[in-house]
Every structure is written in C-alpha cells, then in structure tokens.
C-alpha cells in the first residue's frame, strides 16, 4: 500500500478514512496530514480532519477527534498540515481542547499544528522546509523554526505572519527525528 495520501498506481487519489483506521498506525513513526481541518470550539470532539468521503459505504470521510483520541498511535510526530488544527476550547487546567489533544492523547508525542486556516501554496514550502531541516538532524524546535526562518529569506516581503506564523510544535520539540528506515 502506498503511504496515506499519495497516488497509487492506478492514479487513484487519498485514502478515506476506513482505509486509514485499518492501517498500523502504532508502526509509524510520522503522520503528516496535509488536508482541510474543521474546528468545533463550542463541541470540540466533533472537531475533524476531512480524510475523503467514499459513497459506497455510510462513512462520512471525517476523523473526529473523538475517533482520534481512540486510536493506538506511537508516533513520533504527527503533523496537521491543515487549516484551524490548533484551534479549540480552553478546559480549565485540561487546556485546550482541539485536534492536538486527540493525537497527544493517542499516543504522539509531538504535534505541528495550524492556529488559523492555512494557505495550501505557503504550507507547502513550509513542510518542504521543516522536513529538510529534520533529515539534517534538527530536532523539532528548531527545524520549525529554521523552516519559518527560510520562508522569510525566500518570500521576503511577501511573507506575511498569516501564511508561516499559525504554525506550532506541542510537546517534545527539543528531541531529533529519524528519518531514515
């Protein structure tokens, strides 16, 4: 199976979420959603990542965080690539509960997610820089940082905080990934 979200041979595009349910994933290291986010601060599990809706089942295509926080991960990193992910209702001394919480709860036990809706071009040479950062043996923190870094170098003045600044790391930033096999 080809990894979630990629083309497959036969050109078919994404994975819904059934498909993606059924997968290890406490076998994956990284989970790089790079999709559209929905935010519910009034109902915060209903909050979700739209996966892909398949119409011959009566699955919705929606990952709830109420599915999420269910779910038997050991990933290193998972990464929200994707509007709002950030977002959520502050609970008292919980914090805030939103997609982040899921994963964390989940069993991630690190977190790049949006504060605000996130611009597909931006976000694009956002990640690209973060994970180059990454495999050059950055630890999380500072590859994020060092991304946000770039992307000011290269858009200059046109790198305007709403397309880099929404982006944030929760929990275990200062630890180096792996990303090799």
Same mark, same amino acid.
């Given at each position: 199976m080809q990894p979630l979200g990629q083309v497959d041979r036969a050109g078919r595009r994404g994975r819904h979420r059934v498909q993606f349910k059924a997968q290890p994933l406490a076998r994956y290291q990284i989970l790089h959603f790079a999709t559209h986010g929905i935010s519910d601060t009034k109902y915060p599990d209903r909050a979700a990542l739209v996966l892909g809706w398949d119409p011959g089942t009566a699955d919705d295509g929606l990952l709830q965080a109420r599915e999420i926080s269910r779910l038997n991960l050991n990933a290193e990193l998972v990464v929200l690539s994707a509007c709002d992910t950030g977002e !959520?209702? @502050? +609970? !008292?001394? +919980? !914090?805030? /509960?939103? @997609?982040?919480? /899921?994963?964390?709860? /989940?069993g991630a036990r690190s977190v790049v997610a949006s504060q605000w809706a996130a611009d597909d071009t931006s976000t694009l040479a956002l990640m690209s820089g973060f994970y180059r950062n990454l495999a050059a043996g950055y630890d999380r923190a500072e590859a994020l940082r060092r991304a946000k870094q770039g992307f000011l170098a290269r858009f200059g003045i046109n790198a305007v905080p709403y397309y880099w600044a929404g982006f944030v790391l929760v929990a275990r930033a200062r630890l180096p990934i792996s990303l090799q096999k």
């Open positions: !959520g209702r @502050l +609970e !008292g001394q +919980e !914090g805030v /509960a939103n @997609l982040v919480r /899921a994963f964390m709860i /989940a």
